[in-house]
């Protein structure tokens, strides 16, 4: 079992649309998740991390937690061809430097 | 704004021969990274360092060795380059919140 799984897509929604990226992750004892999105040829940036379980909003992205679960999703809402990339999960361990990505899940937005 | 420098963009290197990779990052971050990045096997941890001199290894330490003389700067050293480290190379630094801020990448191809 991979330590932080994602659907490696491709997922293709229309342009307005709401895009669901899940991602899950093997060790309970994680603290902080983190969303990254990577267009073609370009390296790994930030959208947004998450701490605790819950919702936290952020413009037309919101993230999602659920520790019991071990899942943590990312919504994007009114999706833009824009935001057509890979979004990569991203899990640290155990705060201390230990990070895993997911292998990343491919979103096309479809104007 | 974080700024987070590769020193090449494009590499071709031969076999056996000896690589070195330079990361350099402007944020006075004490966390530095290597990683190298695979279709389908997403992102994976060469080795990191927490403060000059320090380093610890990551998933997929061999072949490979680090330097961090100074803490804005972080190298990446193939002993002797072979086919299988054909690979994107991706540096990052990591400030308090933990999250990663990566550099534009070096894609070496070993002949």
């Known amino acids: 079992q991979k330590e932080v799984e994602q659907n490696s897509g491709p997922l293709s929604v229309p342009e307005g649309a709401i895009a669901s990226l899940n991602c899950t992750y093997s060790d309970r004892g994680s603290q902080s998740f983190f969303w990254y999105r990577q267009y073609s040829g370009k390296s790994p940036e930030l959208i947004m991390f998450i701490y605790s379980n819950g919702d936290k909003e952020d413009g037309r992205f919101t993230a999602q937690l659920n520790k019991a679960s071990q899942y943590v999703s990312l919504l994007i809402r009114d999706s833009q061809p824009s935001d057509s990339a890979t979004y990569l999960c991203a899990v640290n361990k155990d705060n201390n430097n230990d990070m895993r990505f997911g292998a990343g899940t491919r979103l096309t937005v479809k104007p | 704004d974080v700024k987070v420098t590769q020193s090449s963009r494009y590499l071709v290197k031969r076999t056996g021969e000896k690589v070195f990779l330079e990361c350099v990052q402007d944020m006075d971050h004490e966390n530095m990274f290597w990683y190298r990045q695979d279709p389908g096997l997403g992102l994976r941890l060469i080795y990191f360092s927490y403060d000059v001199k320090m380093k610890e290894k990551g998933d997929i330490p061999e072949g490979y060795s680090v330097s961090r003389e100074k803490k804005e700067r972080f190298s990446l050293i193939l002993e002797s380059a072979s086919t299988n480290q054909t690979s994107m190379y991706l540096c990052?630094?990591?400030?308090?919140?933990?999250?990663?801020?990566f550099g534009p990448g070096t894609r070496l191809t070993v002949l």
């Open positions: 990052a630094s990591s400030d308090y919140t933990d999250t990663q801020y």
